[in-house]
């Protein structure tokens, strides 16, 4: 009986404000909006400040940068020709105006577009562009650099990348290539990890990220051959020793001779190449390349006859790299419009422009969360009353899908819960009405045999006695039904699975039920096999199978007229590797009408709704059927022509083959 609804008890129900989903929302966005606004106000009040003091910064690397880049450009190039495109490069990374001049202020490149004229260059230029002459301040990193020609300080302020008559042809620099690569190979075979670099000549050379010198010189690994000046080296030494020389002679001191490293012999004996050498280790976090030891280096100046070389020396170097390099270049960087760049200034008037966004923000938060809210809560509401109405025993109208997302979902989801609720409660009753009618007629029949038994009007004689050992075997036959329907449905529902000869099991159902049709005037005959695929084996239970068949040969025969016919056959159905066997049983009968073929296999469901067992057992025979089927990992279905007949199939897997041992060799 429906619970019948108090006033005001939907009031009682409704949840506070403080409780509700609306409300927790509205809480978490506008706890989470606040948040945001003032992490977002404080950031920017704390960053600007040091934005402003950053910039000075920023702009001195990114000029040191832009300084380096074109110092390596004429480092590696006898001329300005085609800088063009390397300096707007820089221009539109770095957002500022970049003007290469020469001495003289003549325009060698210019990232500022010719129309509109640029605006005139400052008067100062930012730097001068010299390989040979390298300014200290405006150089990257600090104390000594390892290039391919002599440990350079920061005293010789020749560029590193200017290697001029040095640079290796490629025959050369394939040949130390694989010298290194042998080294890098005998040093990691001894636990040395090491690796080959390249340097500005394309000189290879082996360094290492080990801590222990004496290590490494208790390994057999020889780096003599990686020491020795290719022919390309020992012209380019030749004639800076010869410049060098020239200049010693003009102060009338001794000759001298240059190695690789640049260092000298004032012996006048051949310099010793081939010393001893081993990669310097050094720490693995900035690993230097390797350096030639112990050769005298020209940072070590003990007398004035040192300096007087390693003067000589310089002025030597850049003689001979003058020819290789690009000639000196002032520098001019400076922003796109000529003026400064403009800072930000935190006035009121700005701190009052952050608390009048930030307040907007976060009103337009709390107007978004409250709308976002309400309509996600008012499917919500909707789904519990249609909850509560269906608890009550309330008829519940559907719930209105109003869109395909979450809450769309849930509403068809429940839906389709109510829906089908309402035929589990509908097929409930109708299955608790003909239980009571299936089990009422036997039961009727008995009392009444009994009673006019008591009351002397029938004798117990062998008709009677039959009468009621009739109505009891159909009562039992019910319960029996039901008991399997049970078992099957909470899953344990006993097989004892076998091989089948599907033949020998099909002839078994028809001579069973033999009588059966011969009294219905019906043919009953089981079909030859057909020249087709030939038919897999089946492993099935028996009992339970025949069971299956036998109730649709029943039913076949039971609506069938007299003259018609029902066959049995089997056969291979399905694609190879999805072989089933299939079991049809196939009548001449009345037939199902379309809109009837879902109810077929539904429990207690009768196309005879009078339920005469003239025309129809319980309803339980085929809903038996399909539970034995699927309960064989098959199915079972139905096709059917109103006037021509229908035919049951039942589809089973086949049996899976036994993996073949092999034979063990004697």
Not at 138 to 150: E, F, Q
Not at 286 to 297: D, G, I, K, L, N
Not at 467 to 478: F, K, N
Not at 544 to 554: D, E, F, H, K, M
């Amino acid at each position: 009986m429906p619970r019948v609804r108090r006033a005001g008890e939907d009031d009682r129900h409704r949840l506070p404000l403080r409780k509700s989903l609306l409300g927790r929302l509205l809480a978490v966005s506008a706890l989470v909006a606040a948040c945001s606004v003032a992490a977002t106000a404080w950031l920017a009040v704390q960053t600007t400040s040091g934005a402003i003091e950053q910039e000075q910064g920023q702009n001195l690397t990114a000029d040191t940068r832009i300084h380096d880049t074109l110092l390596g450009y004429a480092a590696a190039h006898p001329t300005w020709d085609g800088v063009g495109a390397t300096v707007r490069e820089l221009a539109d990374e770095s957002g500022r105006r970049i003007t290469l001049t020469t001495q003289s202020r003549g325009i060698l490149a210019d990232s500022a577009d010719d129309s509109p004229p640029p605006p005139a260059l400052p008067p100062q230029a930012s730097a001068v562009v010299d390989p040979l002459s390298v300014d200290a301040a405006l150089s990257s990193g600090a104390g000594s650099v390892t290039t391919d020609v002599g440990t350079k300080s920061r005293s010789d302020r020749v560029d590193p990348r200017a290697v001029g008559p040095f640079r290796l042809p490629d025959a050369e620099r394939a040949s130390l290539l694989r010298t290194a690569e042998e080294v890098a190979k005998c040093l990691n075979r001894s636990g040395i990890a090491s690796d080959v670099v390249e340097g500005p000549s394309g000189r290879p050379r082996v360094q290492d990220v080990g801590n222990d010198p004496d290590r490494l010189q208790g390994t057999r690994c020889t780096t003599e051959a990686l020491d020795r000046p290719t022919p390309t080296e020992t012209k380019a030494l030749s004639a800076l020793s010869r410049l060098a020389n020239a200049c010693l002679s003009r102060q009338s001191r001794e000759p001298v001779r240059l190695g690789l490293d640049l260092s000298w012999d004032t012996a006048g004996e051949p310099f010793p190449v081939a010393e001893t050498a081993v990669p310097t280790p050094v720490p693995s976090r900035a690993p230097r390349e390797a350096q030639v030891a112990p050769s005298p280096s020209p940072t070590a100046l003990t007398s004035e006859n040192d300096r007087a070389i390693a003067s000589c020396v310089g002025v030597a170097r850049r003689e001979q790299l003058s020819s290789y390099v690009a000639p000196p270049a002032l520098l001019f960087i400076s922003d796109p419009g000529g003026g400064a760049v403009p800072a930000f200034d935190l006035s009121p008037a700005n701190t009052a422009r952050i608390t009048g966004v930030a307040a907007l923000v976060l009103a337009l938060t709390v107007g978004a969360s409250v709308l976002a809210g309400a309509r996600l809560v008012r499917p919500l509401h909707a789904l519990t009353g249609a909850a509560q109405r269906m608890r009550d025993g309330e008829d519940s109208a559907p719930v209105v899908v109003a869109a395909d997302n979450e809450i769309g979902r849930l509403a068809a989801a429940f839906n389709d819960m109510s829906a089908h609720r309402a035929r589990l409660e509908e097929q409930r009753k109708v299955m608790v009405s003909d239980v009571a009618h299936e089990l009422r007629t036997p039961l009727s029949n008995i009392r009444g045999w009994l009673e006019g038994a008591q009351d002397g009007i029938a004798e117990p004689d062998a008709t009677f006695i039959s009468s009621l050992l009739e109505e009891a075997v159909q009562l039992q036959h019910i319960i029996d039904d039901l008991q399997d329907l049970s078992a099957a449905d909470a899953g344990v529902l006993r097989l004892h699975p076998e091989p089948v000869r599907i033949e020998e099991l099909l002839a078994h159902v028809a001579s069973a039920h033999q009588a059966q049709a011969d009294a219905a005037a019906v043919g009953l005959t089981v079909a030859a096999p057909t020249a087709g695929p030939p038919l897999p084996a089946l492993t099935a239970d028996p009992v339970r199978l025949r069971q299956a068949v036998g109730n649709l040969v029943s039913n076949a025969v039971r609506h069938t007229p007299a003259g018609g016919r029902v066959t049995l056959r089997a056969y291979a159905s399905g694609a190879e590797g999805e072989e089933r066997v299939a079991l049809e049983v196939a009548d001449t009968g009345s037939g199902i009408p379309p809109e009837d073929l879902r109810y077929v296999f539904d429990r207690f469901w009768r196309a005879e709704k009078s339920r005469s067992r003239r025309t129809g057992g319980s309803g339980l025979g085929l809903a038996i059927v399909r539970k034995l089927a699927e309960a064989h990992g098959g199915t079972a279905d139905v096709v059917s022509t109103v006037g021509e007949g229908s035919v049951f199939t039942l589809l089973l897997p086949p049996a899976v083959p036994e993996p073949e041992v092999p034979a063990l060799m004697g």
